[in-house]
C-alpha cells in the first residue's frame, strides 16, 4: 500500500465540498487512514510550500491556504499519489479535464480545491508535517 496527501483548499471547503471530494476518492478505492480539519498559521504552509519560495505566485498561494480552514487527508491504495494527482488533474482548473476534481470544482490559480502530493518521497514529507507534529 502507498498513501499520499490531499488538502480540501479553502475554495472548496467554502462552497461545502468537502464531503464530495473526499467521496471522488473513497469511489476511486482510496481508504481514508487519517483526516485532520483545522486553519494553520501561514508559517505552517510556507514551510509546506518551501520549494515555491522564488516563485511570483507563492505570496498569493500562502494567502490563499490561510484564507479559510483546509481539510487535510492521508489516503492509501496502490499507486496511490499517481491515482490522486490523475483524480485531481491539472494545475490549471481551466486546463483540466472535465471529470477531474479541478476541471469540475476548481475556480482559477491560486483556487483549485484541491492539493495532491507530487511523489512518493514528497507524500512522506507532507504526511510527516502535517500528522506527526508535536503540538
Ligand atoms: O498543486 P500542483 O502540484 O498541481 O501545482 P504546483 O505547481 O505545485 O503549485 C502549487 C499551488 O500553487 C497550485 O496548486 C496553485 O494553487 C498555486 N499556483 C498558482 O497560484 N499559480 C501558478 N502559476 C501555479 C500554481
Ligand atoms: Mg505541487
Same mark, same amino acid.
Given at each position: 500500500m502507498e498513501r499520499t496527501l490531499?488538502?480540501?483548499k479553502p475554495d472548496a471547503v467554502e462552497r461545502?465540498?468537502?464531503?464530495e471530494i473526499i467521496?471522488?476518492?473513497?469511489?476511486?478505492?482510496?481508504?481514508?487512514?487519517?483526516?485532520?480539519?483545522?486553519?494553520?498559521?501561514p508559517e505552517f504552509f510556507r514551510r509546506f510550500y518551501a520549494e515555491h519560495e522564488e516563485k511570483p505566485h507563492f505570496k498569493r498561494l500562502i494567502e490563499y491556504m490561510t484564507s479559510g480552514p483546509v481539510c487535510f487527508v492521508e489516503l492509501a491504495? %496502490?499507486?496511490?499519489?499517481?491515482?490522486a494527482r490523475l483524480l485531481v488533474?491539472?494545475? *490549471? %482548473?481551466?486546463? !483540466?479535464?472535465?471529470g477531474s476534481i479541478r476541471g469540475d470544482i476548481g475556480i *482559477?490559480? %491560486?483556487r483549485n480545491s484541491v492539493h !495532491?502530493? *507530487?511523489c512518493p518521497?514528497? !507524500?512522506?514529507?507532507?504526511v510527516a508535517l502535517v500528522f506527526d507534529r508535536t503540538e
Open positions: 490531499i488538502i480540501v461545502g465540498m468537502v464531503g467521496s471522488r476518492f473513497e469511489h476511486a478505492g482510496f481508504e481514508i487512514t487519517r483526516m485532520r480539519f483545522e486553519r494553520p498559521e491504495r %496502490p499507486e496511490a499519489v499517481e491515482r488533474g491539472a494545475t *490549471d %482548473p481551466n486546463e !483540466a479535464t472535465p *482559477d490559480l %491560486p !495532491a502530493s *507530487d518521497e514528497a !507524500a512522506e514529507r507532507e
